[in-house]
């Protein structure tokens, strides 16, 4: 029988047999097909395998209704590996597991990709019966990497992140996670020597929310079993996040002749390290104290009043919060409208418009005078005519004393066309 020198590697080379080996099994042969009846009615039967690389591999040759005919199983070279419970090729990997006249079953332990493919059972019938059954090799990515474009990233840029999973069989497929948020990127896949390497590319734009969150590649394998993942933490910058915070009068109700305190917090990456106050549209009272993040104000009065704003920068940008400040009397007892910080970008004050207001008050008012001067003006107009109308005829004597005889006229002639006023 011919040999042949398998791949070296985790698999060991077949020793060439003997002659005298040879003439043994020729003569096995020989007798067993001598004695093989007709063999009808016989079904030789087996199944693939899918198996791991470095794992076992088992092989079943089957026959059902045996009528003791001789099985052997032979590799993809159609070297003979068993005839019945004989092993001619001297790789230990293969052991016999189970020898009867219905089954011969063989394991090839530490498979691996070499050998994969066809491996025969033959059944010495008249005619001969042969199966074969297909050993498929898995291997899981022998590495996993993920590259970052870059270390550190500023708030609203687009980064990019690869992870390449190499050497797998079959390709594999690759998902993108930052934090519990499933991503789509978009892989490419390059075939060498029936092995693959599968590159994914993910394009990302960071927000200031994703600072130290991870970006994970994870890997699904028919060879993987669980998680086979890696991950990089981003580390985003963003400009301060500003915000005041009142820490006296604890009430909350700034009067005169009481003092106040403002706190400036500011958060940022990398962190401000200063940060300064300023009061908008005009200067800062010179009785008012700055220390570091803090404001104070000793003996509040209403030239006091207006807004106070606390600035802070780093190397992104910067931002700032303002506080309205106003001064009530003493005599104040509730708090007021609009009393609190008011945070921007570049100076957005929030704050209810009195001058609006008064406006609005004074164009109602307006109307109200103008209505009524309306009103007057035609009651007295009436008023007017009626009046006229009683001393008509007296207008038109030539003396007095005709005056008063049309007068009396027309007296008797309001009697006639008498008229009530209610």
């Known amino acids: 029988m011919a040999s042949a020198v398998l791949p070296s590697g985790s698999q060991r080379a ?17 007798s067993a097909a001598a004695l093989i009846p007709a063999g009808d009615g016989q079904n030789l ?34 070297q003979t590996i068993y005839f019945r419970d004989f092993r001619p090729l001297k790789d230990s990997r293969f052991q016999l597991l189970n020898f009867s006249s219905s089954e011969l079953k063989v394991s090839l332990t530490n498979v691996s990709i070499s050998d994969e ?41 687009e980064i990019e992140v690869n992870c390449t999973a190499m050497a797998s069989k079959p390709a594999t497929t690759i998902r993108w996670f930052k934090g519990n948020e499933e991503l789509k990127g978009k892989s490419e896949v390059e075939e060498w020597s029936d092995m693959y390497t599968v590159t994914s590319q993910l394009v990302l734009k960071v927000h200031k929310e994703d600072d130290g969150v991870p970006v994970v590649c994870q890997v699904e394998h028919p060879a993987v079993t669980g998680n086979l993942q890696t991950q ?33 917090e500011a958060i940022g990456k990398p962190q401000p390290v200063m940060v300064t106050w300023v009061r908008v549209d005009d200067e800062m009272p010179q009785h008012a104290v700055l220390s570091g993040p803090n404001l104070f104000i000793n003996n509040l009065n209403k030239t006091d009043n207006g807004t106070y704003r606390c600035e802070a920068s780093n190397v992104v940008g910067k931002a700032h919060s303002d506080y309205m400040l106003y001064v009530y009397d003493t005599t104040a007892t509730t708090e007021p409208a609009v ?84």
């Open 117 to 157: 493919g066809r491996y025969f059972c033959q059944l010495y019938t008249d005619p001969p019966q042969e199966s074969y059954t297909t050993i498929t090799v898995l291997v899981p990515p022998r590495n996993l990497m993920i590259d970052i474009q870059k270390d550190t990233a500023v708030e609203g840029e």
């Open 14 to 30: 077949a020793a060439p047999a003997p002659p005298g080996l040879r003439l043994r099994l020729l003569l096995l042969l020989l």
């Open 339 to 422: 009393h609190d910080s008011r945070a921007g970008e570049e100076g957005s004050i929030r704050a209810v418009d009195h001058a609006v207001i008064g406006g609005v008050v004074a164009v109602v008012v307006f109307a109200m005078l103008c209505l009524l001067i309306i009103l007057g003006r035609y009651f007295a107009r009436h008023k007017g005519t009626y009046f006229t109308h009683e001393a008509k005829g007296a207008d038109d004597a030539a003396d007095a004393d005709t005056a008063i005889i049309n007068a009396e006229g027309g007296q008797n002639n309001s009697e006639e066309k008498k008229e009530y006023f209610i």
């Open 45 to 78: 039967f087996t199944k693939d395998v899918t198996v791991i690389e470095g794992e076992v591999a088992t092989i079943s040759c089957q026959v059902n209704k045996s009528d003791d005919s001789v099985i052997q199983l032979l590799n993809p070279n159609r």
């Open 232 to 264: 990089r933490y981003l580390e985003v910058q963003y400009k301060p996040q500003v915000h005041i915070q009142m820490t006296y009068p604890l009430q909350g109700l700034t009067r005169e002749g009481d003092a106040l305190e403002l706190t400036c």
